[in-house]
């Protein structure tokens, strides 16, 4: 009696409220094996450094409230300044609220705050930037002081008695601001302009996240373990087209909505299991999209047609919705999937009772997961101006994804989001040198004997944006150059140290200190926002690190790596480091007469909002021939070349319910307990919702770029007497590639 009364008890304290656009997938409340398994998620977590001590929680909130102080003194002083009545400036009033990872609760150790100032309609921009900079710069504990005013989301970084702030401005259309001020309002964005529409949403989305979990403890704990898989796996980073903090938080968000009564190690399973089900694009969203009179901009396929190409969608819950996730593309994506797949497939193992969540911690062995690879770097001559140009170059790094993607021999580009140090000594003019490394994984071609490769375009066209960015914003300094290498596995010791490159099992806990321990610099982007800006500010969970060891491939990627033919490269010896000049390969524009031209990939899913609703339309049939791309070097597509050209997507279809959007995750057999012998099982994507829906791309057809002293206008005239070449791969052959170097252009 004594047990079914104690069931009766934890049953009655479970949620029952509705969460989210779909009603939850299960309502049940945890067992005692699942607390077991939550602790001993917590336990595999605390060697990363995602907890922070009581001290260190009390030290932020002292150093808050001096924060907040400051923001009063200095918005009275410019209230007096302004020859307001006294009455009114004893009350005008003032707030910092807190963004980001802290105001969610899942920051780290040494992760900085987010931060943003509300002053009151009197107290113009141009006062935050001149006489509050000026204020802070006379403040005891204030180091590292910047101002950032011409970025997306205008921001004053600064240090702050050790704790690093990114402080954000708004004012609102109201003479006082009060400490009881609720920013989830909106009629709060009436006649701001967009920076302060920009600076608000940070908080809006932050607070609204938190008001549509049914547990906010669960959702942090599985938040927390979420974060660090993806910064281990090396998807984090919302610059370089991977998701940043508060897509994850969103997505984590969704699964607790399914899931309201789940424990946190529940949770973290029924993640991968929804979201290496979803069928992309259709979107994730929180709760129904809210109509408003205030006319802002919101994501809307139906009314914006760029926003039909957007190919993972997770849409912010407050006003004005927008996709957080802009920056993915289709290599990213596909990188992202084969994660939640793999991290599906561990977390079975894990709840079975078979591994432990370490395991799930562990970061891939990107170097040994490709054949070929591009080496990007980046050097200038002082500090100083090798950090603003690696800032520069990463924020710019998914253009050369883009460019390379839509090149129609190239199946994925992968990028890893760790940079690492390059050799000086092959970087003699420049002492300052980072390296980014992308794997790629070249479209086998039947039929055809030879092939040739061209990247001159993409290559090309990458470094002219980065220049061009550079000097309009007068950044480009004389010293600062881009280089890109073609590389193959085998040649990449020449890059990196042995301990990055060889194959180990597990990272030893010596080393995971190591890496937590060491705080990476913060570079301010050029075009981040507010709302994601995703140089996580927890650097001090890291993904890896360049002193760590690497794992070993998955057993599934060592079978597809020796399954695989050989693609050699025959290139001379490299007596010389190849870090010289741009080797990249070329891939000219030759194609053999026997290889087949085809029409493009078939399926495109769009998602449209009508009223509340989001529809999504089919516009086109999907040819099951194609295949997935493995991440292993080489596409299994064998059969023929698929130029890569845009589709319009149609505005006519056959409309679904708006529940058909998640009817996958309706199907008892698929979300099974995995503990459970018989139903362990999982079904394929195939078996629940048919194919995976290929995305538009972007039309690449071009002529090729002759590129001259016009084409260089934007660089100062004493850079133009530098040649520009062809960085080309003669003979791209399944079973040899010659590879011709030559230097880039501006070195």
Not at 11 to 39: F, N, R, V
Not at 133 to 162: C, M, S, T, W, Y
Not at 237 to 261: D, E, H, I, K
Request: glycine share 4%; charged share 25%.
């Amino acid at each position: 009696m004594k047990e079914m009364s104690a069931n009766t008890v934890l049953d009655s304290q479970c949620q029952q409220k509705h969460y989210g656009i779909t009603s939850p997938i299960s309502l049940a409340c945890p067992k005692e094996i699942d607390h077991i398994y939550t602790q001993k998620l917590i336990d595999a977590m605390k060697p990363f450094g995602v907890f922070e001590d009581e001290e260190e929680l009390n030290h932020r909130l002292v150093v808050l409230g001096k924060l907040n102080n400051l923001v009063k003194e200095w918005i009275s002083d410019v209230s007096e300044s302004k020859n307001l009545p006294p009455s009114v400036v004893a009350t005008v009033g003032g707030k910092i609220f807190t963004f980001g990872s802290y105001r969610l609760g899942v920051h780290t150790k040494g992760a900085d705050i987010d931060a943003l100032c509300v002053a009151p309609r009197h107290v113009e921009r141009s006062d935050f930037f001149q006489s509050f900079f000026e204020k802070l710069k006379h403040q005891d504990g204030i180091r590292n002081l910047r101002a950032v005013e011409d970025a997306f989301v205008p921001v004053i970084k600064f240090e702050f008695d050790g704790i690093e702030i990114d402080l954000v401005f708004a004012r609102l259309a109201i003479q006082t601001i009060s400490d009881n001020l609720d920013l989830r309002d909106d009629s709060r964005l009436r006649s701001l302009d967009i920076r302060c529409i920009r600076s608000l949403n940070g908080c809006r989305v932050t607070d609204e996240i938190l008001h549509l979990v049914p547990n906010k403890e669960t959702f942090r704990l599985t938040l927390r373990a979420v974060k660090l898989w993806a910064k281990r796996r090396g998807i984090y980073s919302n610059m370089l087209g991977f998701l940043g903090g508060v897509s994850w938080a969103m997505l984590v968000a969704r699964t607790c909505q399914l899931y309201p009564n789940a424990a946190a190690s529940t949770l973290v399973h029924k993640f991968f299991l929804v979201f290496s089900k979803w069928e992309w694009p259709n979107p994730v969203l929180l709760k129904q999209p809210e109509e408003s009179n205030l006319n802002l901009p919101v994501w809307d396929p139906r009314v914006n047609p760029s926003d039909r190409y957007h190919l993972m969608p997770i849409i912010t819950p407050a006003y004005p919705q927008q996709n957080s996730t802009y920056n993915v593309s289709t290599s990213t994506r596909t990188v992202m999937v084969e994660e939640f797949k793999q991290g599906l497939a561990v977390t079975d193992e894990i709840l079975q009772g078979k591994s432990d969540w370490s395991k799930l911690l562990e970061p891939p062995n990107f170097f040994q997961k490709y054949r070929h690879y591009i080496v990007l770097t980046a050097s200038a001559s002082t500090e100083e101006n090798h950090l603003e140009w690696v800032g520069l170059v990463e924020s710019k790094i998914r253009v050369l994804v883009g460019n390379l993607e839509r090149n129609e021999f190239i199946t994925l580009a992968h990028v890893n989001p760790q940079s690492f140090p390059g050799n000086k000594e092959h970087h003699k003019d420049n002492n300052y040198v980072s390296m980014w490394f992308l794997g790629i994984i070249f479209r086998r071609v039947e039929n055809a004997e030879s092939v040739n490769i061209d990247l001159t375009y993409d290559i090309q066209s990458f470094t002219d944006t980065v220049y061009r960015q550079a000097n309009n914003i007068n950044m480009l300094k004389e010293g600062m150059k881009i280089e890109a290498t073609h590389v193959k596995k085998k040649q990449l010791h020449h890059y990196l140290p042995a301990e990055i490159l060889q194959k180990k099992k597990k990272q030893s806990l010596s080393d995971v200190s190591r890496s937590s321990s060491g705080l990476q610099s913060k570079r301010s982007s050029l075009d981040s926002s507010c709302l994601d800006s995703s140089r996580d500010t927890d650097n001090g969970t890291p993904f890896n690190s360049p002193a760590s060891k690497s794992d070993s491939p998955s057993v599934g990627e060592t079978e597809r790596n020796s399954a695989e033919p050989a693609a050699v490269i025959v290139e001379k010896p490299l007596s010389v480091p190849p870090a010289q000049g741009l080797s990249i390969p070329v891939i000219g524009a030759k194609v053999d007469s026997t290889v087949k031209a085809v029409s493009p990939p078939a399926v495109c899913t769009i998602p449209t909002v009508v009223g509340r609703n989001v529809i999504p339309r089919i516009t086109t049939p999907h040819n099951p021939a194609q295949g997935q791309p493995h991440l292993n070097g080489m596409s299994n597509i064998t059969k023929t070349v698929t130029p890569k050209r845009a589709h319009s997507p149609s505005i006519d279809g056959t409309p679904k319910r708006l529940k058909d959007i998640e009817k996958f995750i309706r199907l008892e057999s698929t979300f099974k307990d995995p503990r459970a012998a018989e139903e362990r099982k999982r079904k394929s994507v195939d078996a629940i919702g048919g194919e995976s829906m290929p995305i538009p791309t972007i039309d690449t057809s071009r002529k090729k770029k002759q590129l001259d002293a016009q084409h260089i206008n934007f660089l100062p005239s004493t850079w133009r007497d530098y040649p520009v070449k062809n960085y080309q791969i003669h003979h791209l052959q399944f079973q040899q590639i010659t590879s011709v170097s030559s230097k880039i252009p501006f070195d």
